[in-house]
T-cell receptor, first 110, second 114 residues
Framework: GENVEQHPSTLSVQEGDSAVIKCTYSDSASNYFPWYKQELGKRPQLIID?????GEKKDQRIAVTLNKTAKHFSLHITETQPEDSAVYFC?????????FGAGTRLTVKP | KAGVTQTPRYLIKTRGQQVTLSCSPI?????VSWYQQTPGQGLQFLFEYFSETQRNKGNFPGRFSGRQFSNSRSEMNVSTLELGDSALYLCASSLADFSYNEQFFGPGTRLTVL
């Protein structure tokens, strides 16, 4: 059925390194792909999003790439900092709803 | 501008009861979406309301329902509560379609069903 798969489930990096989180989706009609950051005990916050007519989008240290043919999109965080530690969720807009990946717990070690 | 607010923040109910949760969107936002977040199932979309109409609905049983008022405030109702309904319920508001406008989440209502 329609789904969004996210990998890895946990990711630990050293401060200053890059982090990459990948998601795949099943519905070729999906046209909107947001990424959310959720710190412990807090609400999810949109950090970046991309639409299907764009292949890449960048906002300072964060970038998202989209490959519509392969139906996958990725979040790239460069020069990671301890405050980047959180759970990151990808999502894809399907025809009737929004589906989320299971989340990636990112830990940035100082 | 005030953010999205949800009431109550915490709720404890017993099986078989019903519950109503409330969400007040950011002023000027007309779209409200509801999500269920659990450790096992992650974030799952419940439904989206826009201008008092349910526009989209996730894969949840009919025990889950909602509505939106003319001031864009929204409520969701869960009837005949089950243990598995224990979760954090988040609402999010956006100007219009959340495919084209950023969604802002509320702090959530943590529901515990005993």
């Amino acid at each position: 059925g329609e789904n969004v798969e996210q990998h890895p489930s946990t990711l630990s990096v050293q401060e200053g390194d890059s982090a990459v989180i990948k998601c795949t989706y099943s519905d070729s009609a999906s046209n909107y792909f947001p990424w959310y950051k959720q710190e412990l005990g807090k609400r999810p916050q949109l950090i970046i999003d991309i639409r299907s007519n764009v292949g890449e989008k960048k906002d300072q240290r964060i970038a998202v790439t989209l490959n519509k043919t392969a139906k996958h999109f990725s979040l790239h965080i460069t020069e990671t900092q301890p405050e980047d530690s959180a759970v990151y969720f990808c999502a894809a807009r399907f025809i009737l709803d929004m589906r989320f990946g299971a989340g990636t717990r990112l830990t940035v070690k100082p | 501008k005030a953010g999205v607010t949800q009431t109550p923040r915490y709720l404890i109910k017993t099986r078989g009861q019903q519950v109503t949760l409330s969400c007040s969107p950011i002023s000027g936002h007309r779209s409200v979406s509801w999500y269920q977040q659990t450790p096992g199932q992650g974030l799952q979309f419940l439904f989206e309301y826009f201008s008092e109409t349910q526009r989209n609905k996730g894969n949840f049983p009919g025990r889950f329902s909602g509505r939106q008022f003319s001031n864009s405030r929204s409520e969701m109702n869960v009837s005949t509560l089950e243990l598995g309904d224990s979760a954090l319920y988040l609402c999010a508001s956006s100007l219009a379609d959340f495919s084209y406008n950023e969604q802002f989440f509320g702090p959530g209502t943590r529901l515990t069903v005993l």
